[in-house]
């Protein structure tokens, strides 16, 4: 019989015997059961947003460049029963970022959630997408003091010139193998001849290739 709706369904059934026996060898006295109880869904497809689920934490001094992440596919397209389909709210990547210390590069296997965060059996379920790479960096911080010279002249001297920095040092971050030779951060030169009375003077944070700013 043929099946137009989903639902449950009773089909009868026809039994075969292998190619080499032939029907007249075999007497059937009897089936149980008689019918044979299905049930149909229909086949439903979606698009879904990967996402990141983060647990455990880098040891104390480092962070992760979260905002940076990097996935190779974005989002996953799903096809199958459309009660699995329609339950589906996202397809979630779990990594585990204890003790890490070191740039994360690998793939990942994602599963599928539904909107209580539970974990959807993936049975019957295609995807265009069987594991997702991902890059994430984690970052070293460091504290480092912040230097500049200054200039004199114009009438300015040591003995009649008080100059105070808001800040004595900042947080930076990057790789271990950068911030290792980053000791400070030099802002350059105060001029006070092109001064002509007190006020602020702004010098901008100029930092190596790699190392960025972690001061608020």
């Known amino acids: 019989s043929k099946i137009y709706e989903p639902g449950e369904h009773e089909i009868s059934y026809t039994q075969v015997f292998p190619g080499t026996v032939p029907d007249s060898a075999i007497e059937v006295q009897s089936r149980s059961p008689d019918t044979i109880r ?48 329609d339950a589906a709210v996202s397809a979630k990547i779990i990594i585990d970022l204890t003790n890490c210390t070191e740039t994360i590069s690998q793939y990942y296997q994602y599963s599928l959630v539904d909107a209580s965060g539970n974990l959807i059996t993936n049975e019957g379920i295609r995807s265009d997408v069987a594991f997702i790479h991902v890059s994430l960096q984690i970052r070293q911080l460091k504290e480092v003091p912040i230097t500049f010279d200054v200039i004199y002249g114009g009438g300015a001297t040591p003995f009649n010139t008080k100059i105070q920095v808001s800040m004595e040092s900042i947080q930076v971050s990057g790789h271990k193998n950068i911030l290792k030779d980053v000791a400070s951060v030099y802002l350059g030169e105060i001029v006070l001849a092109e001064k002509v009375d007190s006020g602020n003077i702004v010098l901008p944070v100029e930092l190596p290739s790699g190392v960025r700013n972690e001061t608020n």
Do not use: C
Request: hydrophobic fraction near 35%.
């Open 38 to 85: 299905v049930t149909v869904e229909r086949k439903a497809s979606k698009k879904l947003n990967v996402e990141v689920e983060y647990r455990g934490a880098v040891p104390q001094g480092d962070l992760t460049d979260e905002a940076n992440i990097q996935l190779s596919a974005k989002t996953v397209h799903i096809s199958g029963p459309q009660s699995l389909v």
